[in-house]
Structures are given as C-alpha cells and as structure tokens.
C-alpha cells in the first residue's frame, strides 16, 4: 500500500471512496458507475470521520486516501541511472538533500519520470510523515476499515493539470490549512516544487487583522470570504513574499515564463482569486474546477468539483 505514494490507484468500474485528508479537514465522496452518491465535508477528527464513512460504506468498498499538508512533500530532481532497488536505497541514503524530514520518520515513494537521459533519470520523489499515515490507518483499521492506497495530493493535482496542459509551462497553487504547494510543470513534467510555510489559517488571520477587526472569524465569515482577495491585494507581500521567489527563480534557471497558474486549495473560489493571481505573478490564471473529461453524469452531487475538491477528482482520472 505504500509504494503507492505517487503512482495512486487506477480508475476502475464500480464503487469506491475517494478520500481526502488535510490537518483540519476530512473531505469524502462515493464514487459509483459515474455517479457521485455520498459526500463527507468535515472538521477533521479521524475516529468521528470514520465512523460516519463507515454508516454510509453499505458496499463495503474500496477506500483511496489523499494526503496533503506540511508532513507531505514532493521533490523533483535528477539521479544516476540504475536499477530500481538501487535507486530506492540510494535516494533513502540522499534524502536529506531533498527533504527537512529524518530519513527514519517517513514513508517514501518515487517515479521515473523521464528515462532518456544516457546518465541520469528525472525523478519524482514523494514523501509524507510516518506519524501521519500510522494514525490515518489506525483510525481506520480499528473499525475495520481496509485502506486500499494512500496518495499525495500534490500528485493527484498534477495528475489532473497534465489531463488538461501537457505542453508549455503552468504553475499549481494549492493552499492547505497550514501550508501552500508551489508546483511548476514544463511540458507535463513537475520540474520545480516548493512549500511556502503560509496557508490559508494564516492568510485569514492577516486579513483579519488588516480589516483591523475585533470580531472573531465566525462572526466575520461572509464578510471576510466576501473581501478576501480585495483585501490581500491591498498588501500582496502578505502572500508573494513566500511564493513570488519560486516564479523568479524558474524563470532565471529555464530562460521562459511561466503560462498559465491553476488555483486549488480551500480559499481559491473566494471571489477575486483569479485577479489576485493574474495581477501579481503575471500569467493567465484560472481555477482548477472543470473536469469535463472525468465523464461524471451531470447531478447536483457532482457540482461539488470546485477548487477544495480537485484533489479528490485527480483521484478519479
């Protein structure tokens, strides 16, 4: 189950979850012959979550889980060509050079993402925390539930972008809870990927408090969805100071600009993100919330594909 950290699952016929977890949130849908049946969108709280999925699982079906957050990482970077056991313990020996984690405490998983080079292959590593899968699969274990897979949301993300842009160059925002995943793809392949330590409990904070408000965030919450962007783009170092760097950077290294930005993540359908982002990196932006090619009938269930849910529909591709 856990080499499966970038390569996720196979779409198949029949029934099965797709579920998707982040340090606050627990986001679940039914997935049966093209239709989207059940749907879970809560606080996260493992036991309680399971629980519910499990009153709903009358199949007794399969369960897909992503993971996304600041105890999952994805890196891109070149390495010695050689066998595939070879290059799992020579990674495991160089994760250090990749990740801010002790080899010890994650789980890793990693794809070949381009072999033509005579001497080196393009690999995609993924990493998450082994604190983070234990009690997801604890949770889930001790109500009898079967885990099939575990992916990364980053992946399932660029799994969903390379369906739709497999040419030219195209960044993902992606902005969990407690931290945003910077991920540039050229040509379909992921060549730069970056976590900026600003998520979207932070950035509410900042708008709050450059609304100069005493309410809390219940009472505010329409206001502050409302004015969200507009706010931000009053001070946008609030969020370019941690993101702008890695546009600069690509650019300096590859020589071209950046084409395209998809935005997905918990605040990207707030009203004005899409001006936000064209104004300040520069480049054609549009949320990442149309799947037409995922065949799913056209109900009211399936509507829920917005920004918050692309992970899971990069899970049904």
Known sequence: MLNKLINSFKKTQGAY???????????????????ITEIINDEKNLTANFQKLKSKDVYGSKKHVSLRGSDTIIRYFLFPKMERKATHDGIFYELNKHIPFLPNDVYFDFDI????????????????????????????????????DISLSAVNLINLVREKEEKGNCCIFDIADDATSIIILQNGIPVITRDANIGADSLLKEV???????????????????????????????????????????????????????????????PDAVDFFSSNFSANTELLNNFPFLNIEDNKKNKIFLCEFASLAGMLI
């Open 113 to 148: 993402l381009d072999s033509t080079n005579q001497k080196e292959n393009a690999i995609l590593l993924g990493v998450a925390k082994k604190k983070t899968v234990d009690l997801v699969l604890d949770n889930a274990q001790s109500l009898g539930l079967e885990i099939e």
């Open 17 to 35: 979850w797709v579920i998707d977890i982040n340090s606050t949130t627990f986001k679940a849908v039914f997935y049966n012959d093209n239709k």
């Open 208 to 270: 709050i408090k450059k609304r100069n408000a005493e309410e809390t965030l219940e009472v505010l919450e329409d206001q502050v969805t409302k004015d969200f962007w507009k706010t931000l783009t009053k001070s946008p170092e609030i969020f370019t100071k941690e993101t702008k760097s890695t546009f600069d950077y690509f650019e300096l290294n590859k020589g071209e600009k950046i084409d395209k930005i998809y935005l997905a993540g918990k605040i990207m359908d707030y």
